[in-house]
């Protein structure tokens, strides 16, 4: 019996020095705070991509797009419902027909205060792709919108052949002063294909995106095959960003989702807006997302799948491509997305989202990691994360798929948008010292 | 024989008659005046404890609090339930050794399932009163605690008292009152350094070989 409780001892004192954590179970149980659900968006909604446009608050869900006053009320608790934004009519002859889950927005950029969205439409027989644009969101009633505000600006119609035919997908993207058109077009082999395969991709630029044509003619074409010395599939444009000095971009050939050739995607930069030259000096991965994160000095962030940060950091604000020298910050295996600069709520640091991976049908992800960038030298992942005790870790957005973060600096509010998972909002609630995320 | 001998030899009979009893005490052949204690256990016993009931968790304390903070701190756990395995061994009438595990489970304000896993040595005193017994003990060892997808492993002791009702030879029935202390040291970062206090109330059984 007395040796039995020897070793039993032995066995104890040998587990608790293997397994001693850093992070405290009890503290984040002390501080956990219920979450609470402060508005009408369904907890499950896929959000891909937010706005602010004056006074309003917009969501892409895909086939609907949301939105809700920012509330000027100094009081939380009065916060606006969300709402189904009146979107843009089609030639449909029916027009009820866009309203199906059959319709998507497959993008959604705001630019000089307009609002831009690329809809593709199914009425069972023929494919309509369009972009159309809100003038003067920024300024409008959003909330008293008909489909007649909405302006069309490119609309193409494909027949549903019962054979192969090809469908057209816009793709944009907003960069300062300029919208970018990845026009696609998806190959199917037959009417009964449920999946398609990208056929053909050309990227254009304008500034001046109202008076562009059906046929992009008037816009700037951008050559972005030229970069690949075999050419096996097109090339699409994953991201592209400015910090105002330096435009980004990230061009995959490869369209496969394990990424299996890291040297078909590519990073390119451009201080002109159309004309990109290639960042050799990055190593070669699939990356997944680009952001600078200031300019003086140069300080570049390029995540890619296997959850490592590629920095550069150059006292030069407008490093050429030849300057960038880049270290590498490995993480978990997840795909980093979505970078937010928290600087107005933790100096110096940034918070990046993850994703699950997108060839395993998950729609867990890991939250987000947070940056502490205060020493350039010494550029770390925080121990704990934004709120982490403040009901981050304990809710589900600390397991969610992040597309991306909306920081509104007026109203000091951090939105999550995921995906399945749907919006959160972070805030410093009234009489509280701390702030907490709820769900909307 | 004079009256004076036959004074002095009544007296020394009479002393001698008022001895006797004192020598009686001694004789194997002679009944005893009351009946002798035996021992409920001894060397070599053995019992089987099972034990479920309520868990309550109490509060967290912080040695270290940081200047207007309290050191004492609500855990936020709802109330939960425990259930545990013990075995024991006597090594005297009164005191024992044994072995526990346990488990435990609450839930947090949203929802989500906080577990502990005690892994304790035991060692206790035993009163016996009639056809009860009443234990007191203490165990000590190790808790795994689980909460979402973190892990420790930390030290713990849970002192505590028991009722029992000897059923018969082989089973006697009652509760428990176990309080858990149950430091969380984080080494890394001393300011998340805890110490959880819990009390479970659970109704026992138990088999005695």
Not at chain 1, 100 to 129: A, H, P
Not at chain 1, 219 to 230: K, L, Y
Not at chain 2, 66 to 77: P, Q, R, W
Request: with cysteine; hydrophobic share 40%; net charge negative.
């Amino acid at each position: 019996m007395n040796k039995i409780i020897r070793l039993s001892y032995i066995f104890m004192v040998m587990l608790l020095m293997t397994t001693c954590s850093n992070t405290g179970i009890f503290l984040s149980l002390e501080n956990e705070e219920e979450i609470k659900e402060s508005n009408n968006l369904n907890n499950s909604a896929n959000i891909s991509n937010m706005v602010i446009a004056g006074d309003f608050y917009i969501g892409n869900g895909g086939p609907s797009i949301f939105y809700r006053s920012t509330n000027t009320s100094t009081t939380d608790s009065k916060i606006d419902d969300w709402s189904t934004l009146l979107v843009p009519e089609t030639s449909f002859e029916n027009p009820s027909v866009y309203f199906s889950r059959t319709t998507s927005t497959t993008s959604m950029v705001l630019l000089n205060g307009d609002l831009y969205i690329s809809r593709i439409s199914f009425d069972g027989s023929s494919v309509i792709s369009g972009i159309y644009r809100l003038p003067n969101a920024d300024t409008i009633d959003i909330s008293a919108l008909t489909a007649a505000s909405w302006e069309k600006i490119i609309e193409v119609t494909t027949e549903k052949a019962s054979s192969s035919f090809n469908s057209n997908v816009f793709r944009l993207f907003e960069a300062q002063s300029s919208l970018y058109i990845n026009h696609l077009t998806y190959f199917y082999s037959g009417s009964d294909d449920q999946t398609a395969s990208i056929s053909s991709s050309a990227l254009y630029v304008t500034t001046t995106p109202e008076t562009i044509a059906d046929n992009l003619a008037n816009a700037t074409a951008i050559d972005i095959s030229s970069f690949f010395s075999e050419l096996s599939n097109p090339v699409e444009v994953a991201k592209i960003t400015t910090s105002g000095t330096n435009y980004w971009m990230i061009i995959n050939s490869d369209t496969s989702t394990d990424g299996s050739d890291p040297t078909l995607n590519k990073v390119l930069r451009s201080t002109d807006s159309t004309t990109f030259t290639e960042v050799t000096a990055i190593p070669d991965a699939r990356y997944v997302d680009i952001y600078e994160y200031k300019t003086n000095p140069d300080v570049l962030l390029v995540s890619n799948t296997s959850g490592s940060l590629y920095i550069s950091i150059n006292a030069d604000s407008a490093p050429t491509s030849a300057d960038l020298v880049f270290t590498e910050l490995a993480n978990e295996s997840v795909f980093l997305n979505g970078f937010e600069d928290i600087g107005a709520l933790v100096p110096d640091n940034v918070i990046v989202g993850t994703s699950a991976t997108y060839d395993d049908g998950s729609i867990d992800g890991e939250g987000y990691y947070q940056l502490d960038l205060s020493d350039l030298s010494n550029i770390t992942w925080s121990v704990d994360n934004f709120s982490h005790y403040n009901n981050y870790f304990s809710s589900e957005l600390s397991t969610a798929s992040i597309n991306g973060f909306l920081f509104d600096s007026a109203k000091s509010r951090l939105f999550a948008y995921t995906r399945s998972m749907g919006l959160w909002m972070n805030i410093l609630p009234d009489n509280k010292t701390e702030r907490e995320w709820s769900r909307e | 024989m004079t009256d004076r001998k036959k004074l002095v030899f009544t007296a020394l009979l009479f002393i001698i008659l008022c001895m006797v009893p004192l020598y009686a005490q001694n004789s194997d052949n002679e009944e005893p005046e009351e009946m002798q204690k035996v021992d409920l256990y001894t060397l070599g016993d053995q019992c089987f404890s099972i034990n479920a009931g309520l868990f309550i968790p109490l509060f967290f304390m912080d040695f270290s609090p940081e200047d207007g903070s309290s050191a004492v701190a609500s855990t936020n756990l709802t109330l939960g339930g425990t259930g545990s395995l013990a075995y024991e061994a006597y090594l005297s009438n009164h005191i024992k050794l044994g072995l526990e595990i346990g488990g435990m489970f609450a839930y947090s304000p949203n929802m989500n399932p906080f577990f502990m896993v005690p892994i304790t040595a035991k060692f206790g005193y035993e009163f016996h009163f009639g056809q009860f017994s009443l234990p007191i003990y203490i165990g000590t060892g190790i808790n795994i605690i689980t909460y979402k997808d973190l892990t420790n492993v930390q030290f713990l002791m849970k002192p505590g008292i028991s009722l029992y009702y000897n059923y018969n030879s082989n089973w006697s029935f009652g509760g428990n009152l176990v309080w858990w202390v149950a430091p969380e040291i984080i080494p890394s970062s001393s300011s998340q350094n805890r110490v959880g206090n819990f009390l479970d109330v659970t109704i026992s059984a138990q088999y005695h070989f």
